[in-house]
């Protein structure tokens, strides 16, 4: 990555403009997280709902002190696992300067450090945390290339910083650690790799009555087309998607994996999909997947993205 590439968009973002990142999960749309106005522009290009929160990326803990109350819980998180595919939702110091809009006005934030070089290179030079949500229209598939953004917003958005495909490819794994550990959202880094660390067993509250974090929209990750969950049989225009290769391979059969592997197959979800919709299928039939690991984060996601379609009729 050219350091010219990483200087036009701390240039931009230092102008209160709005500029796409890569991280290792999804690309991200960032601004300025202490600006009102960057914050503003960030809502209004994925028409996001205002009472959605956004996550914000800081480059170390050091600099995260300035804005949030930190405890035992989130020292040993932060120690095994960031950089990386994990964020948390903390209690806000009054003394911060984080945008009131990012956070709908509570007292919490949910942050994270991410752990692609490009991004981390970008944020060790800013002055200011980066306010990043999924680069994506609101309630639609998250974009894990450069094309993806393009794809969705041409030229709505100033500066695409290249950063390759995502290496994990679905959102990071949300915890609460305000009170009791919980987890909000299921993600990148498997629930059980949390519950090592912290060596006892975490709730996980991803469906709350009330949003108090990213990622717990009940109606999300949508390539725009219906899905149809644990399908045994296909319909006529539809796409068959498939955790592993099968023998017979039909032209509408899309596999996640060729072996069945569910990491990989989390990775190539969002790529499939997308794929998927530019075949202009009518609608997607899915496979039953394994309820474990990641495939526990892959049905979150299309059960989210199969709600759609009821949001939309």
């Known amino acids: 990555?050219?350091?010219?590439?990483?200087?036009?968009?701390?240039?931009?973002?230092?102008?209160?403009?709005?500029?796409?990142?890569?991280t290792e999960t999804v690309y991200g749309l960032a601004g300025n997280a202490y600006s009102d106005q960057a914050c503003?522009?960030?809502y209004k290009l994925k028409k996001r709902p205002k009472n959605n929160p956004l996550i914000v990326h800081y480059f170390n803990i050091q600099r995260l002190k300035k804005d949030c109350h930190i405890n035992n819980?989130?020292?040993?998180?932060?120690?095994?696992?960031?950089?990386?595919?994990?964020?948390?939702i903390l209690n806000l110091k009054k003394s911060s300067e984080i945008s009131k809009i990012i956070t709908n006005n509570k007292n919490s934030?949910?942050?994270?450090?991410?752990?692609?070089?490009?991004?981390?290179?970008?944020?060790?030079?800013?002055?200011f945390p980066l306010a990043a949500p999924s680069a994506n229209p609101s309630?639609?598939?998250s974009a894990v290339t450069s094309a993806d953004v393009k794809e969705d917003f041409g030229k709505k958005i100033k500066y695409v910083l290249e950063g390759g495909k995502a290496s994990i490819g679905v959102e990071s794994t949300i915890i609460d650690l305000r009170k009791k550990p919980q987890i909000l959202r299921l993600g990148g880094l498997n629930v059980s790799n949390i519950q090592k660390i912290l060596r006892k067993k975490i709730p996980i509250n991803s469906n709350p009555l009330k949003i108090s974090s990213p990622g717990q929209s009940k109606f999300h990750y949508s390539p725009g087309?219906?899905?149809r969950l644990n399908a045994k049989n296909i319909l006529k225009n539809e796409a068959y998607l498939l955790i592993r290769k099968k023998k017979v391979n039909k032209s509408n059969y899309y596999f996640l994996s060729?072996?069945?592997?569910?990491?990989?197959?989390?990775?190539n979800?969002?790529?499939?999909?997308?794929k998927i919709k530019k075949k202009r299928y009518s609608s997607i039939a899915v496979c039953k997947i394994p309820d474990k690991g990641y495939g526990k984060t892959i049905n979150d996601r299309l059960l989210r993205a199969s709600r759609f379609n009821e949001k939309t009729t």
């Open 225 to 227: 087309i219906p899905i």
């Open 40 to 42: 503003k522009k960030i």
């Open 73 to 88: 819980y989130f020292i040993k998180l932060y120690k095994k696992f960031c950089p990386g595919p994990l964020t948390f």
């Open 258 to 267: 060729k072996k069945g592997n569910l990491k990989e197959a989390a990775k």
């Open 109 to 127: 934030l949910a942050i994270r450090f991410p752990r692609h070089s490009v991004t981390r290179k970008l944020l060790k030079i800013l002055e």
């Open 1 to 22: 990555m050219k350091l010219a590439n990483i200087k036009k968009a701390k240039k931009l973002l230092s102008k209160r403009e709005c500029v796409a990142i890569p």
């Open 269 to 274: 979800l969002y790529t499939t999909l997308r």
């Open 139 to 141: 309630s639609r598939v």
